[in-house]
């Protein structure tokens, strides 16, 4: 009964792991040092160094070999490492210099090339065993197998949370360049379909009018009168334009007043606090202000909320938005309400988004920023705590 257990499919599959060492570590160190030898040799002409780049992305797809090895053999689980790009994108310098500097390839080549006398050892070691030390074998190869373990959690496991963190913001700011683009082309659409149209009309309009003006006075006063009045359409377009880049009131006043006059436009009474001793960075106080902005127009549009509540406060390194409402509730991040797009515009910025909201409600909203100093704030930054409620 013991040895039925002590040979079971693990051993079995830790017996095929060691054996299989000798041929993957020899293809790995001779991979390793022709790849170095022929790179470091080649370094002084132009494609020495694009060699040992393509060489080390080379060893980085042995290593993920090896994981998969280890993963189906050993039932060893490894997150894969962030990964780095590997293809020039108009500047072939930077990518040498970060396909060069990869700690996850020099730690996978570190790994080829102590590997070698590894998998020789294990390899005799494991194929005596099967023909000598047949009752003690599953403890040897549990023995060597666990030592594998440790070496691939040394050599090939992500050495931190700094290389997950490096995949976080490449994903991240992919988000960012998307998010720029797309209110690029907002604002291009709005000028084009708006201010744009609205002042060629214009244009035209006092054309008709200088050519009527002897002829016929009257049709040319009423084309003047109409002009003017197109004249305001397109300055309160333009305004409403510039305030969704960024407002003059965030600017000159900071977040209470801006937010207040955001508040003061929404179809429910809206209490706004906001209790910072200082005004953060003005990066940190846009984001604030657009997040608060696009939170209480859905609450306007999907709510049917009575009343609502902006609190704004700092709590450490971070700033702390929550817009509250007594509304039906049932939000959800997938629900077409823009909360996911949200969530991942914060997201970018190391930010937080949390949403609260039960069938029946009450919805709440939280959402973090890192705190940043404003480097140079005027004169009048400094903001008590203020209660405003508007309407």
């Avoid at 930077?94 to 390899?123: E, I, M, N, S």
């Amino acid at each position: 009964m013991t040895a039925r257990i002590a040979f079971d499919r693990h051993v079995w599959k830790e017996v095929a792991h060691l054996l299989a060492n000798f041929p993957m570590a020899l293809t790995g160190f001779v991979y390793v040092v022709t790849m170095v030898a022929v790179g470091a040799g080649l370094s002084v002409t132009v494609v020495g160094l694009p060699l040992l780049a393509a060489g080390l992305a080379g060893a980085r797809l042995l290593g993920r070999a090896e994981r998969v090895r280890a993963r189906l053999l050993l039932g060893l689980r490894i997150d894969e490492p962030s990964t780095l790009p590997y293809w020039p994108r108009g500047d072939l310098g930077r990518w040498l210099w970060t396909a060069l500097k990869d700690p996850v390839a020099w730690r996978t080549v570190l790994y080829h090339f102590v590997r070698l006398p590894w998998g020789v050892l294990t390899f005799a070691v494991t194929l005596v065993g099967l023909i000598v030390l047949w009752p003690v074998l599953p403890y040897v190869v549990r023995g060597l197998a666990n030592a594998d373990r440790a070496m691939v959690r040394g050599l090939l496991a992500p050495s931190d949370e700094l290389e997950r963190r490096v995949a976080e913001l490449e994903s991240d700011r992919g988000v960012v360049v998307d998010t720029a683009a797309a209110d690029l082309r907002r604002i291009e659409r709005d000028l084009h379909d708006g201010a744009q149209a609205r002042l060629v009309a214009l244009a035209m309009g006092l054309g008709l009018a200088k050519e009527k003006l002897l002829e016929d006075p009257e049709a040319a006063a009423a084309m003047v009168d109409e002009a003017h009045g197109e004249v305001k359409l397109a300055l309160q377009e333009l305004r409403d334009l510039a305030r969704g880049i960024h407002p003059a009131v965030l600017t000159d006043r900071g977040l209470d007043a801006a937010l207040s006059a955001i508040a003061s436009r929404c179809t429910v009474p809206v209490t706004v606090t906001v209790d910072l001793a200082e005004r953060p960075a003005e990066a940190i106080e846009g984001i604030a202000y657009f997040t608060v902005s696009e939170l209480l127009q859905n609450v306007s549009k999907h709510s049917r909320a009575r009343s609502a509540a902006v609190d704004i406060w700092r709590a450490d390194d971070r700033m702390l938005i929550q817009v509250s409402d007594d509304g039906h509730g049932g939000a959800r991040l997938d629900g077409g309400t823009g909360l996911a797009g949200l969530a991942e515009r914060l997201g970018a910025v190391d930010g937080l988004f949390l949403l609260e909201s039960p069938a029946g409600g009450p919805t709440a909203v939280t959402a973090e920023l890192p705190w940043r100093r404003r480097e140079v704030p005027p004169a009048s930054t400094a903001a008590a705590t203020t209660t405003t409620t508007t309407r």
